[in-house]
């Protein structure tokens, strides 16, 4: 089409006005400007420059809603890579090579505005962007009513000193909420733990004044009490309703461990007498006649008054139990293997496979 016809004048028109507009948003979606931050005291500020081509000549940070030479911070020439300070060049201010201003060790006296001038080299733009340096709230502080307490029977009411708004509690480090057995008021600075368990071991508080930049305090330890939860029963020798079944002369230990906090107290007692023993476990390193009888080991919490124990009886060990045992022995690991024994002679008895066992002879375990 010939547009310097008359006829096409019309069209010659529209085509310059479309090229005008397209010209117009290129230069309007390419305008400079600068990302509003919120900095910290103390901390580096970083002012991000955004729609800045790759041909920019120079980048010139300036104090202030001017880009005046007065007040100009430092400036940064691409091509040369060289940097020139101004007369407000603190020594914590420098520029990046995508243009960005970034601010060392932040204060108070750094919140204002700044500017920034872009030499495109056949053009200059200029933005300018606001820098709010805050003081970051100092960690809350915690207290509680109390630092012990016995599990499922005491309560714990925590306190977090702060002026912020926005708390969190964290128990044992992981966040909580209000529920059945703890409760949050309803400011935020109270939490009561009406049943206090063993795992809650740590109290925290966390402020957010600012953020991205939360504020936890120390923790706060609890000292819970609890158990014994149950005494398990660890002998040398197998025990067999009730009976530990042993040679005379021949080594038995015996222990009941328990977990308890704090450390539980141990009681043993033979034949109602008290031993001399405070320790989980005794060792009776010959067993002798006058050793034989019933044992109790007793377990005992002071703090949580919760008071267990395990009994037992130690007996001569006879040929007809140790036939009993290998029996008892021989029908659980036939058990475990999955293979049925069924014994339809009540008085019936398995065969000895050890050569060296026979009756009368004690069976040592």
Not at 17 to 39: F, K, N, V
Request: glycine share 6%.
């Amino acid at each position: 089409m010939d547009l310097s016809r008359p006829r096409c004048r019309r069209w010659r028109e529209l085509v310059l006005l479309a090229s005008l507009l397209a010209c117009g948003i290129r230069h309007a979606s390419g305008r400079i400007s600068i990302t509003q931050i919120l900095g910290i005291r103390g901390l580096r500020s970083v002012l991000v420059l955004q729609n800045v081509t790759q041909d920019a000549q120079e980048y010139s940070w300036h104090r202030g809603a001017n880009d005046t030479a007065e007040n100009m911070i430092v400036s940064y020439k691409p091509p040369s890579h060289t940097w020139q300070h101004g007369p407000m060049f603190s020594g914590r201010e420098n520029v990046t090579k995508a243009g960005d201003l970034v601010i060392n060790t932040s204060t108070l006296n750094d919140t204002g505005n700044y500017t920034v001038r872009v030499d495109f080299g056949n053009g200059t733009e200029t933005a300018t962007g606001y820098l709010n340096v805050q003081e970051l709230e100092k960690r809350p502080d915690i207290w509680a009513n109390t630092s012990t307490a016995v599990e499922y029977m005491g309560s714990v009411a925590a306190h977090c000193s702060t002026n912020a708004t926005v708390i969190k509690w964290y128990v044992d480090y992981a966040q909580v909420s209000s529920n059945d057995r703890m409760t949050i008021s309803p400011d935020l600075k109270t939490l009561v733990i009406y049943k206090v368990g063993r795992y809650d071991r740590t109290l925290q508080c966390e402020t957010a004044s600012i953020p991205d930049f939360p504020q936890r305090s120390d923790p706060l330890s609890l000292t819970v009490a609890y158990g014994p939860d149950k005494v398990q029963l660890s002998t040398s020798h197998i025990i067999l309703n009730g009976v530990l079944a042993a040679r005379i002369g021949s080594q038995v230990r015996m222990s009941c461990p328990a977990t308890s906090q704090p450390n539980p107290k141990y009681h043993w007692m033979h034949n109602g007498t008290r031993l001399s023993v405070s320790e989980a476990t005794v060792i009776l390193p010959s067993l002798s006649w006058e050793q034989m009888g019933r044992y109790r080991c007793i377990v005992e919490n002071p703090v949580t008054q919760i008071v267990m124990y395990q009994e037992f009886q130690i007996r001569v060990h006879t040929a007809g139990e140790a036939q009993y045992c290998c029996e008892q022995r021989l029908q659980h690991l036939r058990s475990q293997s999955g293979v049925a024994h069924r014994d339809n002679s009540p008085r019936r008895r398995l065969p000895l496979r050890n050569p060296d066992l026979r009756l009368g002879q004690p069976f040592l375990h």
